[in-house]
């Protein structure tokens, strides 16, 4: 008898659970504008999941509503500031598959930029100084790929010149992160390996301020390998580029690096 005891209570506390009566949610009967107005307040005061529920239960019921397409961008938005960027991601490519004609996903392509832009910071990074370069480049490379196609697709935008500037710091940090691979390699003997990508930088982040490093790191890679002609060729790609003022100036004794590289060529040559 004892066995079958636990059974029937179970059963009787779980019914009893079922009758029950449910809470009932106060939004409902709102209109749509009452529940956006709701919404943003929340949002406004920085409780990004209250307003999240919000504008998620204003979509679900006013699907077809001048609220429902301004209400996906901000439940994105609210994920953003919540600190969840795989929901914003996910809620803004949803938006742009949605709406792929709507000039609002300018703002979608820009937000999607600063959620990348913003997760390879890391927790850290907002509140002391630390290189990012030297992070996984994924989400650089994401955020750089989202910005360029908001500038090419809507260049005349407001978020355009924004994402112009954040292209440059990006492509800078690209470059970095290559460096970082490069001197990796260079510092344990991998000397092919570390001129192969300091190569990479002087061919695809030309302009930037790794490329004198790169070529430095490929004039030492090269010697180290015996390779002559490409040690010389990378060693007048440097000293050219000095000379023009390409890079800053590194003072050695009375004369730059440059003219010190420029005298050894012209020796070379008689």
Known sequence: ???LIWPILLVLFLGGCSLLPKQKDK???WSAQRLYAAAT???HDGNYQKAIDYYQKLESRYPFGKYALQSQLNIAYAYYKNDEPDSALAALDRFIRLHPDHPAVAYALYLKGLVNFTQNMGFFSRFLPTDNSQRDPGS????YNDFAELVRRFPDTEYAKDARLRMLYLRNQLARHELHVARYYLDRGAWL???NRAQYVVQHYQYTPSVKE???IMIVAYARMGEDQLYRDALRVLAYNEKRGNFPTLKQGKKTLAEKIWDFLELDKN
């Open 1 to 3: 008898m004892r066995r």
């Open 27 to 29: 939004t409902e009967g």
């Open 41 to 43: 307040e929340e949002m």
């Open 140 to 143: 650089i490379q994401d955020s």
């Open 193 to 195: 390996a570390a001129a």
């Open 214 to 216: 790169a070529l430095t």
